[in-house]
T-cell receptor, first 115, second 116 residues
C-alpha cells in the first residue's frame, strides 16, 4: 500500500518570503501522479500543482513549484513570494495511476503566512 | 473542470436520527464519486467509492450499514448517516473523478455534521 508522509505539522513564513513544504511517499509503482492540494479556512479543497512521475521536469504554477526527486521518493512544494491568502492546510497526495482514481493523502501541513 | 455541489454545508441533528448529504456533479456525468471524512486538523480519509448504478465500495473499517451510499444517477450521489451518534460528528467531503487516469479530483465544499 502507498503511504504519504508530511513531516511538518505546522509551518509559518513571513509575507513575501519563500517556504518549502516537505512530502515523502512510498510506492512500488513506477508510474504515478503526485499532487499538492490546499485547504483554506473555507475548507474547500483546491488543487495547487500536479506532477506526473514519468516527467523529469518539475511542475511549476506561478509562485508554486515542486522539487520532485523520484529516486528519493520526495515531492516538496516551494511557495515563493508568500501571500496572506496562502494561509491554509496543504496536503500532499498520491495517485497510483490505476483505474480506481483513488488518492492517498498525507496528514497535512498547516501553513501560516504572517504579515 | 467539473463543478461539484454539496448540500447541506452544515447540519445539526439529534442522536439516533439519520442525515442525508447530497453531492451533485453540475456539469459532468460522473460514474465515480468519492466520499471522504475529515476530523479537525486531520487529513482526508477515504470512506467509500460510489459507482453509478452499482454498490459502493467501502474502505476497510467503514460500516456500510451506517454510511449508506446511493449513486442512482450520473450527477447525484448521496451519503446517509444512519442512527447518528456524536462520534459521527465530522466534516464530510465528496469528490468526483472525470475518469482520466492521474487527473485531479474535483471536490465539493463539504458538510459539517454535528450530532448532539
Amino acid at each position: 500500500a502507498q503511504t504519504v508522509t508530511q513531516s511538518q505539522p505546522e509551518m509559518s513564513v513571513q509575507e513575501a518570503e519563500t517556504v518549502t513544504l516537505s512530502c515523502t511517499y512510498d510506492t512500488s509503482e513506477s508510474n504515478y501522479y503526485l499532487f499538492w492540494y490546499k485547504q483554506p479556512p473555507s475548507r474547500q479543497m483546491i488543487l495547487v500543482i500536479r506532477q506526473e512521475a514519468y516527467k523529469q521536469q518539475n511542475a511549476t504554477e506561478n509562485r508554486f513549484s515542486v522539487n520532485f526527486q523520484k529516486a528519493a521518493k520526495s515531492f516538496s512544494l516551494k511557495i515563493s513570494d508568500s501571500q496572506l491568502g496562502d494561509t491554509a492546510m496543504y496536503f500532499c497526495a498520491f495517485d497510483s495511476g490505476g483505474s480506481n482514481y483513488k488518492l492517498t493523502f498525507g496528514k497535512g501541513t498547516l501553513l501560516t503566512v504572517n504579515p | 473542470g467539473a463543478v461539484v455541489s454539496q448540500h447541506p454545508s452544515r447540519v445539526i441533528c439529534k442522536s439516533g436520527t439519520s442525515v442525508k448529504i447530497e453531492c451533485r456533479s453540475l456539469d459532468f456525468q460522473a460514474t465515480t464519486m468519492f466520499w471522504y471524512r475529515q476530523f479537525p486538523k486531520k487529513s482526508l480519509m477515504l470512506m467509500a467509492t460510489s459507482n453509478e448504478g452499482s454498490k459502493a465500495t467501502y474502505e476497510q473499517g467503514v460500516e456500510k450499514d451506517k454510511f449508506l451510499i446511493n449513486h442512482a444517477s450520473l450527477t447525484l450521489s448521496t451519503l446517509t448517516v444512519t442512527s447518528a451518534h456524536p462520534e459521527d460528528s465530522s466534516f464530510y467531503i465528496c469528490s468526483i473523478s472525470e475518469g482520466q487516469v492521474g487527473e485531479k479530483l474535483f471536490f465539493g465544499s463539504g458538510t459539517q455534521l454535528s450530532v448532539l
